[in-house]
């Protein structure tokens, strides 16, 4: 699935990436809003990584999601 599909069932995904990253809150979820590189920069932030790391997590998600 690409980007763009995600980023138009955002409701419907929020769900599974709140399974793969269990401490983005609900708020941060919302301020998202199915955007990828403000996905990127919250788990960066949140977890305390490099923005490479993170990329390549969306990016491994956004390949297995099956939404």
């Known amino acids: ?3 763009d599909q995600i980023e138009g069932k955002w409701k ?3 769900g599974q990436v709140k399974q793969q990253w ?4 609900d708020d941060e ?3 998202i809003d199915g ?3 403000v996905l990127v920069g919250k788990i960066q932030e949140r977890y305390g990584i490099a923005r490479e ?3 390549e997590q ?3 998600f956004e390949t297995s999601c099956n939404c």
């Open 1 to 3: 699935m690409n980007w």
């Open 12 to 14: 419907q995904v929020k």
């Open 22 to 25: 269990g401490d983005l809150t």
């Open 29 to 31: 979820l919302d301020s």
């Open 35 to 37: 955007k990828r590189d």
């Open 53 to 55: 790391k993170a990329e």
């Open 58 to 60: 969306v990016q491994s």
